[in-house]
């Protein structure tokens, strides 16, 4: 009598819950997702469920097989209820994209796998115990299905989508980042002359390789047409994703408006007002709301006024009344029709004619009872149901624990990929994660170093089956590489077993086969067989070459000559290195006598009168620096002792060096180039430097009086 009670409820409860669209009746009882009735005494069940889902519940109900609480997460499309053990297995090809089928017809992730890899295949060899796990596709654009069956990182600059070449040997790019283009080794460049990309960031690719004719922009972008090579224009917020350039107007029009906004009689998106979702604008471009959000109901004034607390969807009936037609989650109908707060861990409820609350759905970790309350699972369980003698029964399982025989969950190797309690409920490992495999106790075993995968003998030994990427396999089943220096590409093994290289990266020499470090801080050396030293040809950055040991050549960390140097050179004689140039800057002052820079950003003493100078030597006596030459473009002014702008102070460029004429604003020139005459003219006897003309072709000087006038030529 008490099972049929706990069986009434339960259908009763579970019919509550289900809709009656795409159903069949089976002798009055209404039954979701059947497509065939039984027959005989058991006519009012279902004996066909539709394709992705299964029988439940004495063949009562027909529930999706990922069902949340009775279900397989991952599995949906085709699966089964075993009577015997009443558990849910998936059938083949039954998981979804994502996961992958185990033997046992359960569906895992498989990200738990691979964490990029979102479709893959799963196969067990029954005699080896193993195994083999091979990633079809990855999560991210960004990873790559590598030739193990793995999802690696696409290492290509500035590449969104990378795949491998026809010989796998290296990844290609398939799509750039907005603005780059792939080049004819599978790399992405820049394209030339792009007149939007430094403007613009909104724009996704090149049409053609280094040539633009046209540019494609991401959603809520349109080009300006009225200026092709100025920013791109973004849509207005009232239409964030929806608008064109209207040429006739020279701006942006909104195709379609966002919710809350509508069309006006100019055609304008405008905000339809408070709570509204959308509207028409009459002539005035008065609005008028149609509908309303979410949580509002539309009055007979076509004004949106707020749902009754608890309330997520109502709408205004008939005598002004205002009904609620859906119930906010942890709220349920009660008598009156009114949304009330559920109790306890109620999702969803009810309440009867006295008032009195009834769970309908429970959350995760929780169990509904024949009583209609919700209870908690036991530890590890995430969905569980209640028999018809009231015992907790737990259907699905946390990560890192399996269901045993008693439905209890019991927790797994930490390395295990699947697995299964025997008669005593112990937990017994069928497969492991990568670089690991099944032990004699059936727990999970780790492989030798550098191997992906590999078995174990009947005397205990380790034999390794497939080696992680950059070491290959040798014929005693141990993985071997040519050292951190040799190209994995360029690895082999002779017939004894040992690792081979034929070409080695930078900052290594390749000898017999193995690749020989060079010395710190060198970039690229030789070796002496006769001495076993290797010597250096290039140094890397921050190091120079060490000219005193002359036999073998050696990096030196670079000499503290300060950061002002551009160039340096060893002296023997000092047996110093010595600054030979600075960086262009103007505060940098190269001085010829000290072999430094110096700086004179920061030298209010200096500053003042060698700006502007590029040479300049100390003068110990004095203790003061004096001018060599001036940069380009300026001249040394003797009377002042500093170097101004040529054109400033009115002097021709062929002018070498100048004075100040007395106290007047007047320089003239007292050196010219070569080539130039020297003339003086004007009442201050002004002298600047030209080149001769036709009239002075054969002077070496010219004096020229006031207005041109009385011109004297001192031939040469």
């Known amino acids: 009598m008490k099972s049929n009670l706990v069986l009434l409820l339960l259908l009763s409860l579970s019919l509550l819950s289900i809709s009656y669209q795409n159903s069949i009746e089976c002798d009055g009882n209404i039954i979701e997702q059947c497509t065939k009735c039984d027959t005989g005494e058991n006519s009012n069940k279902c004996s066909i469920c539709e394709d992705g889902t299964f029988p439940f519940f004495h063949n009562l109900l027909c529930l999706p097989c990922n069902h949340s609480e009775y279900g397989i997460s991952g599995c949906g499309k085709k699966c ?71 999802c690696n990182n696409c290492t290509l600059d500035n590449c969104k989508v990378c795949k491998f070449n026809e010989d796998r040997t290296r990844p290609i790019c398939e799509e750039c980042s907005e603005g780059l283009k792939i080049n004819i ?28 004719i046209n540019c494609t922009c991401l959603p809520g ?80 004034n076509n004004e949106c006024l707020p749902c009754d607390f608890g309330c997520v969807s109502c709408e205004f009936g008939e005598d002004n009344n205002v009904i609620c037609l859906k119930c906010s989650e942890n709220y349920g109908f009660n008598t009156q029709n009114k949304c009330e707060s559920c109790q306890g861990e109620c999702l969803s409820c009810e309440f009867d004619e006295n008032n009195e609350m009834s769970c309908l759905t429970c959350p995760e970790s929780y169990a509904l009872t024949p009583d209609k309350t919700c209870t908690p699972c036991e530890d590890n369980c995430l969905n569980c149901q209640i ?21 209890k969950c019991i927790s797994c190797d930490p390395y295990c990929m699947s697995c299964e309690s025997d008669e005593n409920d112990n937990p017994i490992c069928s497969s492991c994660f990568t ?70 990266f930078l900052e290594a020499v390749l000898y017999n086969g193995k690749c020989i470090e060079c010395p710190e801080g060198c970039s690229e050396c030789t070796y002496d067989e006769s001495s076993g030293n290797t010597q250096c040809i ?53 001085i010829n006598n000290t072999h430094k820079c110096l700086d004179i950003s920061n030298d209010e003493e200096n500053l003042g009168y060698l700006m502007g100078c590029e040479f300049a030597t100390f003068d110990e006596k004095e203790n003061k620096y004096q001018y060599t030459q001036c940069r380009h473009g300026l001249i040394f002014i003797q009377n002042e002792n500093i170097c101004r702008d040529i054109y400033d102070i009115g002097l021709d460029f062929s002018c070498l060096e100048a004075e100040k004429i007395g106290s007047s604003e007047e320089y003239s020139c007292i050196k010219c180039s070569e080539g130039t005459i020297r003339v003086t003219y004007g009442p201050l006897g002004k002298v600047n430097c030209i080149f001769p003309s036709d009239n002075f072709i054969l002077c070496s000087e010219v004096t020229i009086g006031d207005n041109g006038k009385n011109q004297k030529c001192k031939k040469i």
Do not use: M, W
Request: aromatic share 12%.
């Open 538 to 590: 290039e140094c890397s950055n921050s190091y120079v070459l060490n000219p005193k040991n002359n036999e073998y050549l050696l990096c030196s960390s670079l000499p503290e000559i300060g950061e002002e140097c551009f160039s340096f050179d060893y002296n023997n004689t000092s047996e110093k290195y010595e600054c030979l140039s600075c960086e262009t800057n103007i505060n940098f002052i190269y």
């Open 221 to 300: 972008f349109v080009e300006n047409q009225n200026e092709p090579n100025s920013k791109y224009l973004e849509c207005p917020s009232e239409c964030p994703n929806d608008c064109i350039y209207n040429t006739e107007i020279n701006s942006l029009t909104c195709t379609r408006c966002q919710e809350g906004y509508s069309f006006n009689s100019e055609g304008q998106c405008t905000y339809c007002g408070s709570s509204c979702a959308s509207c028409e604008f009459n002539k005035d471009n008065n609005p008028t709301c149609l509908k309303c959000l979410n949580e509002y109901y539309l009055n007979e």
């Open 80 to 150: 089964h209820l075993n009577d015997e053990s009443n558990q849910i297995y998936c059938e083949e090809d039954g998981c979804i994209d994502g996961y992958y089928r185990t033997n046992k017809g359960k569906c895992i992730e498989c990200s738990s796998y691979d964490p990029h890899c979102s479709k893959c295949s799963y196969e067990i060899n029954e005699n080896e115990n193993e195994v083999n796990f091979k990633c079809l596709q990855c999560y991210s654009e960004e990873f790559i299905v590598d030739q193990y069956g793995k």
């Open 387 to 407: 028999d018809e003698k009231g015992n907790s029964l737990c259907l699905n399982c946390s990560e890192g624990y399996i269901l045993s025989q008693n439905k």
């Open 435 to 504: 670089g690991y495999t099944v032990g004699a106790k059936k727990n999970c075993v780790q492989c030798e170093e550098n191997c992906e995968k590999c078995e174990i003998d009947e005397k205990g030994n380790f034999g390794c089956l497939r080696c992680q990427y950059g070491y290959f396999l040798s014929s005693n089943k141990s993985c071997l590489n040519c050292g951190p220096y040799c190209n994995s590409k360029s690895c082999t093994i002779d017939i004894n077993n040992n690792p081979i290289c034929s070409l080695c």
């Open 185 to 212: 080794n599978g790399e992405c460049d820049y394209c030339q002359d792009y007149p939007h990309y430094e403007q613009n960031k909104n724009c996704l690719k090149c049409d053609k390789i280094y040539e633009v």
